[in-house]
């Protein structure tokens, strides 16, 4: 079992649509928890991260940690085609490497 | 954007040549990364830096190098390579002395090679 766990998907929502992105952990030492969003041959591009437990809004974007149950959330309200993405999670602990998801492929159709 | 840039940014190169990729940023951060990343295996780190000939292995290193001798620039090389190192090579930067960076690390555009 991989560290970190994230459907591939693909999702495919209509447009407006609330999204939530999705993924767990076993390790219990992880503190920093980070959402990428990657365009088609571009490199990941950071979006949110977060501290321990807690949610953090930007904009359409909701993070969220549930250290309790290893489960982090991305949120993503009014959803547009321009977010047609794959997005990784990510986090870490005392180290500073971190420790990916396999990534989610996001498809908002209009 | 994170001032990162990868060089070559596309190559195509035959089996048992050697290949080096380059890493430069401006921001002065610390922490470097190779990462490779490959359908149905996500981000794979090959090597990473903590500083100017600072260098450790990844979960991926075999038939890697790499070197820092400026903190601006990691060079990442494939000593002979192989059909199996087709892949699309990611650099990234961090640096935890930044303040509320958290462990966040930023990626360049992605190098594109091809062992033919």
């Known amino acids: 079992q991989k560290e970190v766990e994230q459907d591939p998907g693909p999702l495919s929502v209509p447009e407006g649509a609330i999204v939530s992105l999705n993924c767990t952990y076993s390790n219990s030492a992880f503190q920093y928890f980070m959402w990428y969003r990657q365009y088609s041959r571009k490199g990941p591009e950071l979006l949110m991260y977060t501290y321990s437990s807690g949610n953090k809004e930007d904009g359409r974007f909701t993070a969220q940690v549930d250290k309790s149950s290893k489960y982090i959330s991305l949120f993503i309200r009014d959803s547009q085609p321009s977010d047609s993405a794959t997005y990784l999670c990510?986090?870490?602990?005392?180290?500073?490497?971190?420790?990916f998801g396999r990534g989610t492929s996001l498809i908002v159709h209009p | 954007d994170a001032g990162i840039t990868q060089s070559p940014r596309h190559k195509v190169t035959e089996t048992g040549t050697p290949v080096t990729l380059r890493c430069h940023q401006t921001?002065?951060?610390?922490?470097m990364y190779w990462y490779r990343q490959d359908p149905g295996h996500g981000l794979r780190l090959i090597h990473y830096s903590y500083g100017v000939k600072d260098t450790d292995k990844g979960e991926v290193s075999d038939g890697y190098s790499v070197s820092r001798s400026k903190t601006e620039d990691f060079l990442l090389t494939l000593e002979s390579a192989t059909s199996s190192q087709t892949s699309v090579y990611f650099c990234?930067?961090?640096?935890?002395?930044?303040?509320?960076?958290?462990?966040?690390?930023?990626f360049g555009e992605g190098s594109w090679l091809t062992v033919v």
């Open positions: 990234a930067i961090s640096d935890p002395r930044v303040e509320n960076s958290g462990n966040t690390i930023y």
């Open positions: 990510a986090m870490s602990g005392g180290s500073y490497i971190p420790t």
């Open positions: 921001e002065n951060h610390r922490y």
